[in-house]
């Protein structure tokens, strides 16, 4: 099989051009260790499902393909997670990594939410007794306790305290 050949039938199976894949590659080569392990997962599945077909014969052809349609896979996915980008180019790669690690990352506390929750006394107070309307309570969590919030984030933090 020559190098013609040979670049036809990736072409094919992972449809995917000669410079995508390279870029694609050089994406890869960028990546914390976490995606490139991501990749290998989705390697090691698509190499077994692919030997099943038994499309192709040569083993080393098939773990090619399989990594290329690992790759691929991964940028689809990326492609998710960053839906602003509508072009077909890649230059939204070098972005998964910081969003892919942002998904891995502990959640952390939103601390408004939770500034909220210890003043939510007052606001309770003000809301149902004083009969402040939302940015009457705003404008006071901002002059008596040095906090600014919108008043749409303390009418919804409200209606979630009022439910329960």
Do not use: C
């Not at 995606?35 to 773990?63: A, G, M, P, T």
């Amino acid at each position: 099989m020559d190098l013609n050949e040979l670049n036809q039938l990736i072409n094919q199976s992972v449809s995917m051009s000669l410079g995508d894949r390279q870029k694609s590659l050089r994406w890869l080569a960028h990546q914390n260790d976490l995606i490139v392990q991501d990749v290998f997962k989705l390697k090691k599945n698509h190499f077994h499902r692919l030997k099943s077909e038994e499309r192709v014969s040569d083993l080393i052809l098939i773990d090619l393909i399989a990594f290329h349609l690992a790759i691929k896979e991964m940028i689809a996915q990326s492609k998710i997670t960053n839906r602003k980008n509508r072009s077909g180019n890649f230059g939204f790669l070098r972005k998964i990594g910081e969003t892919r690690a942002k998904q891995l990352r502990k959640p952390r506390f939103n601390l408004k939410r939770e500034k909220l929750l210890n003043l939510q006394g007052i606001i309770k107070d003000l809301i149902e007794e004083k009969n402040y309307s939302f940015r009457e309570v705003a404008n006071y969590l901002k002059t008596y306790h040095r906090f600014q919030i919108s008043h749409t984030a303390i009418r919804e933090f409200y209606q979630t305290i009022k439910e329960v």
